[in-house]
């Protein structure tokens, strides 16, 4: 997805290059800053955080207080929120306090915060637009599968910047509806690491079987990897290349019947899935 809206609109802090905002840059937001180095993005970023991330690129400007931020060169343009949910209405209500609220009126947040809807980030920051966003890990290669929601009322050059930082770690699935955000974050948030433990899992089986450690960490990493990438460029469905490479009375026919089971994998995924989205219910609640 590629946006065609310039970003010199008037309703963005130029006639500078735009000012990016990151507050908090742990896992999630040191892999989105590292995606965004990658795309070599046209723009300037600062960060605000109470410890200095590990190898910062100098450019980067970085506050560890919120009252330093009186000397950013102007209001930020996207204030990228990548805190914890449980921080996030005491960390915007500091950035209120000294860029007020008049000047956050010009401004926007993007928010990658598992439960925190639009309207509590706004009203954390009195009124300031908000986007809401679910990158995963595989940002700081820019191959994150990312949601994204975008209200009706953002403006124009917002919506696309909002859309050119996400698209610069990766891809961007525009949503509809704000609550599509929370299957979201079940199916492709979370993902990863489901992903992450077949891998482990199969390593665990082949070295039961008789394999040594290190061809077993191979073997299903890269069958992993070929897998993924025949699944991203070929038009065919997900059920139409399992049926391609299952012979009839196979190997993979065997296995298959075991993880196919519907108390196996069908149930598994789809309780991971809502265990997932029920958490980030219980994390809006809270917020």
Known sequence: MTSSTPLNDKNLNTPQRPLILMVGCGRMGSAMLDGWIKANLPFDFAILKRTAP?????????????????????????IVLTVKPNMAKQVLADISEVLTPEKLSKSCILSVLAGITTKQLSTFAHGTPAIVAMPNIAAQLQVSASSLFIPTTISAAHKALAIQLVEGFGS?????????????????????????????????????????????????????????????????????LRE????????????????????????????????????????????
Do not use: C
């Not at 899992?201 to 299903?220: F, H, R």
């Not at 519907?262 to 219980?282: D, H, S, T």
């Open 172 to 240: 961007a699935v525009l949503l509809q509806k704000e609550e599509e955000i929370k299957p979201a974050i079940g199916l492709a948030g979370s993902g990863s690491a489901y992903v992450f433990l077949l891998a482990e899992l199969l390593e665990k089986a082949g070295i039961a079987n008789g394999l040594g450690k290190k061809e077993a960490e191979q073997l299903s990493r890269d069958m992993i990897y070929g897998a993924g990438i025949l699944l991203k460029k070929s038009s065919a469905t997900a059920t139409a």
């Open 244 to 287: 391609q490479v299952t012979s009839p009375n196979g190997t993979t026919a065997a296995a298959l019947n075991v993880l196919m089971a519907q108390e196996n994998w069908p149930n598994a995924i789809e309780k991971a899935v809502k265990a997932a989205i029920k958490r980030a219910q219980e994390l809006s609640d809270e917020g």
């Open 54 to 78: 590990k190898d910062l690129p100098t450019n980067i400007q970085l506050f560890l207080n919120p009252k330093a931020l009186h000397k950013l060169p102007k209001v930020p343009d996207m």
